[in-house]
């Protein structure tokens, strides 16, 4: 029997799904010649028989489908999707080669130093409201550093709860790091509320001195 449209004896013309039928045939046979299943990272064997892909999340009866599944437009596009992805996690995880002018600090540390501790107090001014005086809190703090290393100067700094990694982290909390060579680093735990700024707020209130003389820290800051 004759398709429409096509010449006696001449087979017919193919329609759409038999010319995609034919194409994918095609792609099979060629990809049976040319490529080698044991190096697919992708193919898996279930254990019904039956062949997955695991790029794709596909599943097929035999080898010849999944080959067929490899030659298509959408394992194509995987395929380039995860080249893309590999590429660029391979550029975040190269290192920056090692520079040989820079030199690491090293020390031999002393054990902690000496320190005192004090809660202060500041009475602003007097609420009418409340009928009483309105005030704020804060910390006061001396470090004792007799073996100091000449030269160096203490430097302190606030450190989240997430960002030590001696305790397991409490949000109630926030730590004073005080660092001075070649003493070791100590650290106090303090109420994790905002603290005014040395520069930007009261002077009288928030301060730190160093006595080169009497090799001790003083600083002082207040609770908002």
Not at 43 to 59: D, K, V
Not at 74 to 98: E, S, V
Request: with cysteine.
């Amino acid at each position: 029997m004759n398709r429409v449209g096509s010449k006696f004896g001449g087979g017919g013309v193919a329609g759409a799904s038999e010319a995609n039928v034919d194409r994918r045939e095609r792609l099979r046979k060629l990809a049976l010649e040319t490529i080698d299943l044991a190096k697919d990272p992708y193919i898996l064997r279930n254990h019904l028989g039956s062949l997955e892909c695991r790029l794709c999340l596909t599943l097929h009866t035999n080898e010849g489908s999944y080959l067929a599944h490899t030659q298509g437009k959408k394992h194509q596009t995987n395929l380039a999707r995860r080249a893309a992805k590999d590429a660029k996690d391979g550029q975040l995880l190269i290192a920056p080669a090692p520079m040989a002018n820079i030199q690491h600090k090293q020390f031999f540390k002393i054990g902690k130093p000496g320190y005192r501790v004090m809660k202060v107090r500041a009475r602003l001014e007097y609420d009418v409201d409340a009928v009483s005086l309105s005030s704020k809190e804060g910390m006061h703090v001396c470090i004792h550093l007799p073996h100091i290393k000449e030269g160096v100067i203490p430097r302190k700094r606030f450190m989240s709860a997430w960002e030590q990694k001696k305790e397991t982290p409490n949000r109630a909390f926030q730590y004073l790091i005080v660092a001075a060579e070649p003493y070791e680093t100590i650290a106090f735990r303090v109420p994790s509320r905002e603290i005014e700024n040395e520069v930007d707020d009261d002077p009288t209130w928030n301060w730190s001195h160093w006595d080169p003389d009497t090799k001790q820290y003083f600083f002082q800051f207040m609770f908002r």
